[in-house]
């Protein structure tokens, strides 16, 4: 009989669902880059890169910081110079985004490849 | 919502904050890295209040708004204007403390920016020389009427300041970075070299950058067109005056890094040399044993010699051009 | 003379085996899986009924040889010289781990077993090979959707072959 479902058939389905749950637990994200920064005023508030969120960062100019899709973005900028806007998604460890009017600084939390720019 | 506690190594401790006008951070690891870093941040604030151009009531702006032809500074300003002209004096004048006048006529911060008239400039510029300041310890004599701007030097000062009480706090691997003036001390905790990453002149993202450069207990600073600029009819008007022309520098570099352990003459060679244009640059930085990464209008990177075995290269597909 | 047409008989059965198998990939490209699944990279992998069925009723050599050639067909015809890397990571992989199972066949696996296994260790050939090329552990987070896929595609393949096999018996193979 080929069709019979033998006992190695279940140990073999038990062992692939546990390796799954297992791997699953291992990559969930935790880790310490994945940790999204907002300082405006000198007052920082930290997110998680792997929400979906909206914030208005509630300084002179209020601009609005999108955390969606593992990337970050300022997705409207009232300040005058909107260099912040232009720099554009980021989503590597030690990427930041500023704007200067609005005295914001976004960072991705972690050692990247790159400590620093020199600017 | 989702807040997290940041998880970090025990000993890291980060600030982000603004100050003279522009983002500063610094990470440092080890036991007194809190104390190091809040204490750093205090005395870059303090020398804010003495160099500031903008507060009213600075050592700079009182000495810029004095009566009479003297000054008295404050050991601490005195040091600087000191070392200054050392510098105006080794770069023959490219660069220059004393430009207070035009850089107020060219306000390249202000929302709506102009392009001043040639009277305009030509009459601020008689109002500038360093040859005009003449410095006995904490007395100044001024020549003329002009003004002091020492925005060219004291971030890169203040660098060295806080490299200095994190190295008192015992602090042996820290990042500083003092609106894009960096300071690496020592190397990261896991013992290899910090990257800096040198900035993509012509990429409005922040973090477009060309290469960087893998170093340790140094610091690095660039000068570029691209800092604070206006373009009017086709053409760029940026931050860094020309102390001879009185207007934006024309050479022929689009930025200029200076490598070197003291972040002061870090800070005014990266000006002085942007301004000399590359030959120029090139000759007085290899007589004075100074590293280097020029960047110039026809997108060709150079580096000095003794850094090219640390200097990486990323700048192929945006255009630049980087022979070893 | 026997054994000369039992072995002609063997090379026209890999022949028609590899044909079949390379029919099966070429049609699979056809069924929009992504339709009911929105993901990219699954696929039914009904080829692997052929390969299974190669070693329940020839050898582990025949097996091997039907999947070179039908990778080879299908990268070079297809697609592109990568791809025939990935797809024989992925079918080596799978097929060693089937063949032992072969072993048990009937005793302790049923197809049903054996299929899955085939389908997870595909993917998890091909995992390795991403790694590989990619140089990260980022394929990583993947993973757990491609293991996934492989329990229902293999469960899937499985019950085809349930039915197929015993049909095949009633005509002289061998």
């Known amino acids: ?12 389905f038990i062992g692939v669902i546990l390796l799954i749950l297992l791997i699953s637990v291992i990559t969930f994200p935790k880790s310490d880059g994945d940790v999204v920064e907002i300082t405006v005023n000198e007052k920082t508030t930290t997110y998680s890169l792997f929400e979906n969120v909206t914030i208005e960062t509630n300084g002179e100019y209020n601009n609005v910081v999108v955390i ?5 973005r300022v997705s409207d900028a009232r300040c005058p110079d909107k260099v912040c806007k232009n720099t554009g998604e980021i989503s590597k460890k030690g990427q930041s985004i500023i704007c200067v009017p609005e005295k914001m600084i976004i960072k991705i939390k972690g050692g990247g490849k790159i400590d620093g720019i020199a600017n | 919502m989702l807040l997290l506690n940041s998880c970090q190594s025990k000993n890291e401790y980060t600030n982000n904050f603004f100050t003279m006008d522009t983002p500063m951070s610094i990470t440092a690891y080890g036991k007194n890295a809190k104390e190091g870093v809040t204490k750093s941040i205090s005395y870059i604030n303090r020398l804010d209040g003495l160099f500031s151009k903008t507060l009213n009531q600075s050592e700079i702006s009182l000495a810029n708004n004095r009566d009479g ?16 002209l050392e510098y105006s004096k ?24 102009k392009i001043p008239s ?9 109002l500038t020389g360093y040859k005009n300041l003449i410095q006995d310890k904490t007395h100044v004599l001024f020549k003329n009427a002009l003004k002091l701007d020492m925005g060219g030097v004291v971030k890169g000062y203040a660098c060295d300041g806080v490299y200095e009480i994190l190295s008192d706090y015992g602090i042996k691997s820290a990042i500083v970075n003092l609106g894009g003036n960096i300071y690496v001390i020592g190397e990261k905790p896991d013992k290899t070299p910090w990257n800096v990453g040198i900035k993509d002149p012509r990429n409005d993202d922040q973090n477009a950058i060309i290469g960087y450069i893998s170093v340790k207990d140094t610091s690095i600073v660039t000068s570029g067109d691209y800092q604070r600029y206006f373009i009017k009819d086709g053409i760029r008007y940026h931050h860094i005056i020309d102390p001879k022309t009185g207007s934006p520098s024309e050479s022929d570099l689009i930025s200029a890094t200076i490598i070197s352990p003291s972040s002061t003459m870090a800070d005014a060679f990266s000006t002085a040399v942007f301004i000399m244009g590359r030959e120029k640059g090139e000759k007085f930085l290899k007589e004075n044993n100074i590293d280097y990464i020029l960047i110039t209008k026809s997108k060709e990177v150079i580096v000095s010699e003794n850094l090219k075995s640390s200097f990486t290269f990323e700048g192929k597909e945006k255009g630049y051009i980087y022979d070893k | 003379m026997a054994l000369q047409i039992k072995k002609t008989k063997k090379l026209t059965l890999c022949a028609v085996l590899t044909a079949t198998a390379f029919a099966l990939s070429f049609i699979e490209g056809f069924i929009p899986v992504s339709a009911f699944i929105p993901l990219p990279g699954i696929k039914l992998g009904l080829s692997n009924i052929v390969i299974m069925f190669s070693l329940c009723y020839l050898d582990g050599k025949s097996a091997f040889t039907i999947l070179l050639l039908k990778n080879i067909l299908v990268s070079f015809l297809f697609s592109n010289p990568v791809s025939f890397i990935f797809s024989m990571c992925g079918g080596v992989l799978s097929l060693l781990v089937m063949k032992l199972m072969f072993l048990k066949y009937n005793k302790f696996f049923s197809l049903y077993g054996i299929s899955i296994c085939g389908a997870l260790f595909h993917n998890i050939g091909q995992l390795i090979a991403a790694g590989f090329v990619m140089k990260t552990a980022t394929v990583l987070s993947y993973s757990t959707v491609l293991l996934l896929s492989a329990v229902f595609m293999g469960f899937f393949t499985a019950f085809i072959s349930s039915i197929l096999f015993p049909l095949t018996e009633k005509i002289n193979l061998r």
């Open chain 2, 118 to 126: 040639e009277k305009d400039i030509s009459d601020a510029l008689k």
């Open chain 2, 69 to 84: 032809s003297a000054y008295v500074f404050s050991e601490t300003v005195s040091a600087l204007i000191a070392k200054s």
């Open chain 1, 1 to 12: 009989m080929i069709n019979k479902i033998k006992k190695g058939d279940i140990i073999v």
């Open chain 2, 90 to 113: 080794a770069t023959d004048g490219a660069f220059d403390i004393t430009l207070g006048t035009l850089t107020n006529l060219w306000d390249t911060k202000s929302e709506t920016p």
């Open chain 1, 68 to 72: 969606k899709d593992k990337k970050v």
